[in-house]
């Protein structure tokens, strides 16, 4: 059974920065991809980032047009661990923040962090 477990939400002011971790129960090496989604009250739930396992090449990342610039995802494979660093954030990153693991085409989610972007 695949369990991804997030951690690191909170409150921040604006401009300040999170690192959120989504740490999974089994070898990341099975994912074909894992990312982060974010879900604001009100709204869908919509892309952040994504990094692809690759064993043969450099991991492909794809970030939404909000995020590009700000937030970095990057991952740990010794600690199955994948990471996304937030920096500058913004009031409309207020989000409930959610792990996603792709595994034969089946998808994968954590419980989701809460993020809350305000002075």
């Known amino acids: 059974q695949v369990q991804l477990v997030e951690s690191g939400g909170g409150l921040v002011q604006p401009g300040g920065s999170l690192r959120l971790s989504c740490a999974a129960s089994?070898?990341?090496?099975?994912?074909?991809?894992m990312g982060w989604y974010r879900q604001a009250p009100g709204k869908e739930r919509e892309l952040v980032a994504t990094?692809?396992?690759?064993?043969?090449?450099?991991?492909?990342?794809n970030y939404a047009g909000s995020t590009k610039g700000r937030f970095t995802i990057s991952r740990d494979n010794a600690k199955n661990t994948v990471y996304l660093q937030m920096n500058s954030l913004k009031p409309e990153d207020t989000a409930v923040y959610y792990c996603?693991?792709?595994?034969?085409?089946?998808?994968?989610w954590g419980q989701g962090t809460q993020v809350t972007v305000s002075s």
């Open positions: 996603n693991a792709v595994r034969q085409n089946i998808g994968y």
């Open positions: 089994g070898s990341i090496f099975s994912f074909n991809v």
């Open positions: 990094i692809t396992n690759s064993f043969t090449s450099d991991s492909r990342i």
